[in-house]
């Protein structure tokens, strides 16, 4: 499968990646931030979240959100 490279800032559009097969793809829509994420230990750091779903799954909707890691231990709890 091929590789999916988000930038910094970027807004992903609707974006379709074709899997080992044909019929297997995955459509990602999402957004990355920078510093646009308060932490825990209240460091500003870059966020990303983005909603996929896959065409062998229909119906189901994956939300997946992150931080860039700081290295501060409050932030690892």
């Known amino acids: 499968m091929g590789g999916l490279v988000l930038s910094t800032g970027m807004a992903l559009a609707q974006t379709t990646v074709t899997g080992n097969t044909a ?22 750091t870059d966020a990303i979240s983005f909603t996929y779903s896959r065409s062998d799954q229909p119906g189901y909707h994956y939300r997946v959100t992150g931080f860039k890691s700081t290295g501060w231990a409050e932030d690892k709890k």
């Open 23 to 44: 019929t297997d793809k995955v459509t990602v829509s999402g957004k990355c931030g920078h510093n646009t994420y308060t932490t825990v230990s209240g460091t500003v």
